[in-house]
């Protein structure tokens, strides 16, 4: 059985509202007007909720009649289900006040920017977007700074094969990862880079990986650091096309500097990641070494310890837009819809992905990827859009065989093939 309840508060009726709840009294269904008082009781009994209150263009905080019935549907024991976006929710902007916690939100022809947030899953719920026939020339004219991958995006960024090429035109990359017990960390994000297309691969490894290196990975060649457990110098830099740094590298005393140096002196664009990333944060004079056009990704632990904490999600991304500026470099966020900042303020943020990635090795699958990217000449932009994207596809392509619960980073590496191919395809 199916009961609207039209809730009369203050806020004007559109003529919409007007022509379709006509329509509605002419089904025969029942309707009832909520207007002065709201009771728990009004929706016992219901399996189903549809919350349809307010859209999209909600400027304030609910309150009043409008309130109370947003608290009763929270407290109905039943399924919520919001149309456009939950009633209450701001779409651009932090939200106070009562928000219907849907369990699933049904939205118009584009996602809104806060359901791309993690503080916002508990009143987004699953969300899915349907096609209403909006003008999609006029979608694509209209300004914004933020954007939402799609399956189209990563096929016009990734880049055609010649039939004459040759290893040296996708490049020479070095990446400069491990220490005692952190070996791992090299390997995934080696092997994670040549299955990205480069060209030539070279691995500087403390002496104690130099064995793991050279069997785990036998396509890449290894430069062994002088220490026995770190890093603490670096190879000749000037024929490497990028440098993937920090996975596993660990933050000593002379890791610290040889990390300084080989900022000092690469001068071009590079992957900065995980043990780099922590050094950046304690090292704050190290920032204006970062070569412009480099992509750094942090965690938001990572994040933080770079920018300090946020109030919100919102202003999560005004930090890590004004840090992006500020070194000149492109700054993914790591996480559920990672978002990819650039210099003039453009954030996109990204489509695939699931829980099961939210493991240990997975963010060095990203560095290798990256990296793989960069050394091929890709623009740092769409190096780092493309690079999440397939990052997340392969991870969406391994848990029909592996699960989320059982996904380990080595099963991102092996679907990389396929993940390349669906791109291809798309």
Not at 93 to 120: H, I, M, W, Y
Not at 191 to 201: H, I, K
Not at 325 to 351: D, H, R, T, Y
Request: proline content about 5%; aromatic content about 8%.
């Amino acid at each position: 059985a199916v009961k609207v309840w039209v809730v009369k508060g203050p806020v004007s009726e559109s003529i919409d509202f007007t022509l379709n709840l006509d329509r509605a009294r002419k089904t025969g269904i029942d309707i009832l007007e909520i207007a002065d008082e709201a009771d728990e009781s009004f929706f016992s009994g219901r399996a189903v909720l549809i919350d349809a209150i307010f859209g999209s263009g909600l400027t304030r905080p609910v309150s009043g009649i409008y309130a109370r019935v947003i608290e009763c549907v929270n407290k109905a024991d039943a399924i919520r289900v919001a149309v456009d976006i939950p009633s209450g929710l701001m779409a651009d902007s932090p939200s106070v006040g009562p928000v219907v916690r849907a369990d699933f939100t049904v939205s118009f022809q584009l996602p809104k920017l806060a359901f791309l947030f993690p503080e916002n899953f508990s009143v987004v719920g699953e969300w899915a977007i349907v096609d209403i026939g909006l003008n999609k020339d006029f979608i694509k004219e209209a300004e914004t700074d933020h954007y939402y991958l799609t399956p189209k995006d990563p096929r016009r960024i990734l880049k055609k094969r010649s039939k004459f090429d040759h290893k040296g035109v996708y490049g020479h990359a070095l990446l400069v990862a491990g220490s005692r017990g952190k070996m791992g960390a090299a390997v995934l994000a080696a092997r994670a880079a040549l299955r990205s297309g480069l060209g030539l691969l070279s691995v500087h490894v403390p002496k104690c990986g130099y064995q793991i290196i050279q069997t785990a990975v036998p396509e890449a060649m290894a430069f062994v650091d002088q220490h026995e457990e770190f890093l603490t110098g670096w190879t000749d830099l000037k024929n490497f096309s990028t440098i993937g740094i920090g996975p596993g590298i660990g933050t000593s005393k002379e890791t610290v500097k040889a990390f300084g140096e080989i900022l000092k002196n690469f001068g071009k664009p590079m992957v900065i990641d995980a043990d780099g990333l922590n050094i950046l944060g304690d090292n704050r004079d190290f920032f204006r070494l970062v070569p412009p056009g480099s992509i750094l990704t942090p965690h938001p632990k990572e994040f933080e310890r770079m920018v300090g904490s946020w109030q919100n999600d919102f202003d999560r991304m005004d930090k890590q837009k004004k840090l992006a500026m500020e070194l000149k470099s492109i700054v993914v966020l790591k996480g559920a819809n990672s978002a990819v900042a650039s210099p003039e303020g453009q954030v996109c943020f990204n489509s695939t992905g699931n829980p099961g990635m939210a493991k240990g090795g997975s963010g060095d699958v990203l560095t290798g990827i990256l990296t793989g990217l960069l050394a091929q000449g890709y623009d740092c932009f769409r190096a780092a859009q493309l690079g999440v994207y397939i990052h997340g596809l392969a991870g969406d392509l391994a848990v029909p065989e592996y699960g989320m619960h059982s996904l380990i980073a080595s099963d991102l590496v092996n679907s990389l093939p396929s993940a390349f191919l669906r791109v291809n395809r798309q």
